[in-house]
């Protein structure tokens, strides 16, 4: 059975901090793409950022982009969203995913954390 299991949402003042991981288990870890999306309330789900099975490729969204970083250790099985100056807007609900390497869409998805950016 399948898992990916996100932790380290939570409450956040803007210009904080937060960071997210997500523990998978039931896939060969290191065969799979990684990334994070994220749905915003009353928006869809975009893609924030992702990362190929090495870490030597990753693909990060503008509206992140020198704030958010994704790293992954396949040892751990696991994947990591570093967020860093934090605004308003940054606030949804972040899910994991994971991508066999030569597929083309996204196969698995973790249950989604909150991520609330307020003063």
């Known amino acids: 059975q399948v898992q990916l299991v996100e932790s380290g949402g939570g409450l956040v003042q803007p210009g904080g901090s937060l960071r997210l991981s997500c523990a998978a288990s039931g896939i060969r870890f290191s065969g799979y793409v990684m990334g994070w999306y994220r749905q915003p309330p009353g928006k869809q789900r975009e893609l924030v950022t992702s990362?190929?099975?090495?870490?030597?490729?990753?693909y990060t969204n503008s509206s992140v982009k020198g704030r958010f970083a994704i790293s992954r250790d396949n040892a751990e099985n696991t994947v990591y969203l570093q967020m860093n100056s934090l605004k308003p807007e940054d606030t949804a609900v972040y899910y994991c995913a994971a991508r066999y390497y030569s597929s083309n869409s996204w196969s698995y998805w973790g249950q989604g954390t909150q991520v609330t950016v307020s003063s």
């Open positions: 990362i190929s099975r090495d870490s030597t490729t990753n």
